[in-house]
Nanobody
Framework: QVQVVESGGGLVQAGGSLRLSCVASGRTFSTYTMGWFRQAPGKDREFVAA????????YYGDSVKGRFTISRANAKNTVYLQMNNLKPDETAVYYC?????????????????WGQGTQVTVSS
Protein backbone atom coordinates (compact mmCIF):
# COMPACT_ATOMS: atom_id res chain seq x y z
CA GLN A 1 0.00 0.00 0.00
CA VAL A 2 1.31 3.41 -0.97
CA GLN A 3 0.72 6.36 1.30
CA VAL A 4 0.83 9.91 0.05
CA VAL A 5 0.99 12.84 2.46
CA GLU A 6 0.90 16.50 1.48
CA SER A 7 1.99 19.43 3.61
CA GLY A 8 2.81 23.10 3.33
CA GLY A 9 -0.59 24.61 2.73
CA GLY A 10 -1.82 27.65 4.57
CA LEU A 11 -3.12 31.19 4.29
CA VAL A 12 -1.28 33.62 2.05
CA GLN A 13 -2.06 37.01 0.58
CA ALA A 14 -2.55 37.47 -3.13
CA GLY A 15 0.82 37.72 -4.82
CA GLY A 16 2.48 35.63 -2.15
CA SER A 17 4.19 32.25 -2.34
CA LEU A 18 3.88 28.82 -0.82
CA ARG A 19 5.84 25.62 -1.21
CA LEU A 20 3.93 22.37 -0.95
CA SER A 21 5.58 19.05 -0.22
CA CYS A 22 4.39 15.53 -0.89
CA VAL A 23 5.96 12.44 0.62
CA ALA A 24 5.05 9.06 -0.81
CA SER A 25 5.93 5.75 0.75
CA GLY A 26 7.29 2.81 -1.19
CA ARG A 27 10.55 1.75 -2.74
CA THR A 28 9.27 2.34 -6.25
CA PHE A 29 8.52 6.03 -5.80
CA SER A 30 11.33 7.03 -8.13
CA THR A 31 9.85 5.02 -11.01
CA TYR A 32 6.54 6.91 -11.17
CA THR A 33 5.41 10.20 -12.57
CA MET A 34 3.86 12.30 -9.80
CA GLY A 35 1.25 15.00 -10.13
CA TRP A 36 -0.43 17.83 -8.29
CA PHE A 37 -4.12 18.64 -8.64
CA ARG A 38 -6.40 21.09 -6.88
CA GLN A 39 -10.08 21.26 -6.13
CA ALA A 40 -12.04 24.31 -5.13
CA PRO A 41 -15.47 24.01 -3.50
CA GLY A 42 -18.11 23.09 -6.04
CA LYS A 43 -15.60 22.57 -8.82
CA ASP A 44 -13.99 19.58 -10.49
CA ARG A 45 -10.52 18.47 -9.58
CA GLU A 46 -8.09 20.37 -11.79
CA PHE A 47 -4.65 19.36 -13.05
CA VAL A 48 -1.87 21.64 -11.82
CA ALA A 49 1.47 20.01 -12.62
CA ALA A 50 3.24 16.71 -13.14
CA UNK A 51 6.82 15.53 -13.18
CA UNK A 52 8.33 12.45 -14.79
CA UNK A 53 10.04 9.79 -12.74
CA UNK A 54 13.55 11.19 -13.13
CA UNK A 55 12.38 14.78 -13.21
CA UNK A 56 13.48 15.36 -16.78
CA UNK A 57 9.99 16.26 -17.97
CA UNK A 58 7.51 18.60 -16.35
CA TYR A 59 3.98 19.53 -17.32
CA TYR A 60 1.79 22.39 -16.17
CA GLY A 61 -1.77 23.51 -16.42
CA ASP A 62 -2.14 26.60 -18.57
CA SER A 63 -3.23 28.80 -15.68
CA VAL A 64 -0.10 28.14 -13.61
CA LYS A 65 2.63 28.17 -16.25
CA GLY A 66 5.38 30.59 -15.38
CA ARG A 67 4.32 30.87 -11.73
CA PHE A 68 4.42 27.30 -10.36
CA THR A 69 7.37 24.92 -10.41
CA ILE A 70 7.24 21.21 -9.72
CA SER A 71 10.33 19.31 -8.65
CA ARG A 72 11.23 16.07 -6.92
CA ALA A 73 13.88 14.54 -4.69
CA ASN A 74 13.75 10.80 -5.22
CA ALA A 75 16.20 10.11 -2.43
CA LYS A 76 13.62 11.61 -0.08
CA ASN A 77 10.53 10.19 -1.84
CA THR A 78 9.34 13.78 -2.07
CA VAL A 79 7.72 15.98 -4.67
CA TYR A 80 7.49 19.74 -4.31
CA LEU A 81 5.27 22.43 -5.76
CA GLN A 82 6.58 25.96 -5.53
CA MET A 83 3.73 28.40 -6.06
CA ASN A 84 4.47 32.05 -6.71
CA ASN A 85 2.23 35.04 -7.34
CA LEU A 86 -0.79 33.23 -6.00
CA LYS A 87 -4.26 34.48 -6.84
CA PRO A 88 -7.45 34.39 -4.75
CA ASP A 89 -9.19 32.07 -7.22
CA GLU A 90 -6.46 29.50 -6.59
CA THR A 91 -7.86 28.86 -3.17
CA ALA A 92 -8.41 25.12 -3.10
CA VAL A 93 -7.38 21.84 -1.59
CA TYR A 94 -4.19 20.72 -3.30
CA TYR A 95 -3.65 17.01 -3.83
CA CYS A 96 -0.60 14.99 -4.73
CA UNK A 97 -0.97 11.71 -6.58
CA UNK A 98 0.98 8.92 -8.19
CA UNK A 99 0.41 8.33 -11.87
CA UNK A 100 -0.22 4.73 -12.84
CA UNK A 101 -1.13 5.16 -16.46
CA UNK A 102 0.70 6.09 -19.60
CA UNK A 103 -1.92 8.16 -21.32
CA UNK A 104 -2.78 11.82 -20.78
CA UNK A 105 -0.98 13.08 -17.68
CA UNK A 106 -3.62 15.69 -16.87
CA UNK A 107 -6.45 13.20 -16.41
CA UNK A 108 -7.53 12.40 -12.86
CA UNK A 109 -8.11 8.76 -13.79
CA UNK A 110 -4.45 8.37 -14.70
CA UNK A 111 -3.54 8.51 -11.02
CA UNK A 112 -4.08 5.82 -8.45
CA UNK A 113 -2.79 6.79 -5.02
CA TRP A 114 -3.85 10.17 -3.64
CA GLY A 115 -3.11 12.08 -0.50
CA GLN A 116 -5.69 13.72 1.75
CA GLY A 117 -4.83 17.13 0.42
CA THR A 118 -3.58 20.36 1.92
CA GLN A 119 -5.64 23.54 2.05
CA VAL A 120 -4.32 26.63 0.32
CA THR A 121 -6.19 29.86 0.94
CA VAL A 122 -5.27 33.01 -0.93
CA SER A 123 -6.73 36.20 0.46
CA SER A 124 -7.33 39.30 -1.65
Amino acid sequence: QVQVVESGGGLVQAGGSLRLSCVASGRTFSTYTMGWFRQAPGKDREFVAAISWRGFSTYYGDSVKGRFTISRANAKNTVYLQMNNLKPDETAVYYCARRRGSSLYYLVDEYDYWGQGTQVTVSS
